[in-house]
């Protein structure tokens, strides 16, 4: 159990139940993914390799302080669009379940990328540091724990981005990627021995660097349904596949996923 080093006095932290190993291979996934489709807007962004436990928002990676400019300049800029509460009311929620839903299991320079496209029409108006203290305003409305040190872009980079539920919980609804061998099921689609799902912001098949990392995720017990499957992925039958889609999870069945790629990985799958 790792518990919360500093902030607003929550008993209990995030729990952790993948190994480290698990944990940075998707961490590095995810990164890819949002430098994939952040990157006609950031130009290259390389990818470290991260040594030890990776920072979180539970790790107070911004101040107070910086949080109190942050919220100035929110209410000044954003406001009238995401709400005053970050509710958003004529835009995006920018607080709350779909915080976590849109930003769980990715690190914070995608939002911050996503926010120096703020306000429409006026993108990078406010700078760089003044984008940098809305984030940490909007850490603060999301409760995350602040600390004694400054949020600052180059450190946006290494945070990981979770709910309470955990860096593991893949919220409803969100886009996910999976691994597995692709079965039928009398008429039904389906991928058996499936990995963990990892979010991705990415709804085509894998390719480059994120396709190495994919090929590199090892299967697990999960299956899952795949719906509206098109095409028919009849010649993967058997394969190594990765799937990608929206994930509905479901109380009384396999979880299913309302799929946009299926992509094979190879002809063989052994779990
Ligand atoms: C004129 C209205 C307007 C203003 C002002 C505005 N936004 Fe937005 N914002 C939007 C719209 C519209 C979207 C896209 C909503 C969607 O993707 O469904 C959006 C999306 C976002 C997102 C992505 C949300 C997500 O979860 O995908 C972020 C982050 C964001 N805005 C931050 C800001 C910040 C920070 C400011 C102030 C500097 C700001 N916005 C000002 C209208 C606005």
Request: some cysteine; overall charge negative; glycine content about 10%.
């Amino acid at each position: 159990m790792k518990t919360i080093s500093a902030g607003n006095g929550t008993p209990a932290g995030p729990r952790a139940s993948t190994t480290t190993a698990t944990r940075r291979l998707r961490a590095r996934l995810a990164a890819v993914a949002v430098c994939v489709s952040a990157a006609a807007l950031t130009g290259a962004h390389p990818i470290t390799a991260q040594e030890g436990e990776e920072p979180s928002v539970w790790d107070g990676v911004y101040s107070a302080e910086q949080a109190m400019r942050g919220k100035k300049l929110y209410e000044a800029t954003c406001s009238r669009c995401h709400g005053e509460d970050l509710s958003g009311a004529n835009a995006r929620p920018l607080a709350g379940e779909s915080f976590i839903r849109d930003w769980g299991g990715l690190k914070l320079d995608g939002v911050l990328t996503r926010a120096m496209t703020m306000p429409p029409g006026a993108s990078g108006a406010l700078g760089e540091a003044g984008y940098v203290d809305i984030i940490a305003y909007v850490l603060e409305v999301n409760e995350f724990p602040h600390g004694e040190a400054e949020l600052t872009a180059e450190r946006a980079g290494d945070v990981l981005v979770y709910g309470a539920d955990g860096p593991d919980a893949v919220p409803n609804f969100a886009m996910v990627q999976v691994v597995g061998c692709l079965a039928r099921d009398d008429r039904t689609w389906i991928v058996t021995d499936g990995s963990e799902p990892i979010r991705t912001r990415d709804p085509d098949a894998s390719t480059g660097d994120v396709l190495a990392l994919t090929e590199a995720m090892p299967l697990g017990g999960n299956t899952f349904e795949l719906m509206y499957v098109f095409p028919d992925p009849d010649p993967y039958e058997g394969h190594r596949v990765e799937a990608k889609g929206f994930l509905i999870r479901r109380e009384d069945s396999a979880d299913a996923i309302n799929v946009t790629t299926v992509a094979s990985l190879d002809e063989a799958c052994r779990p």
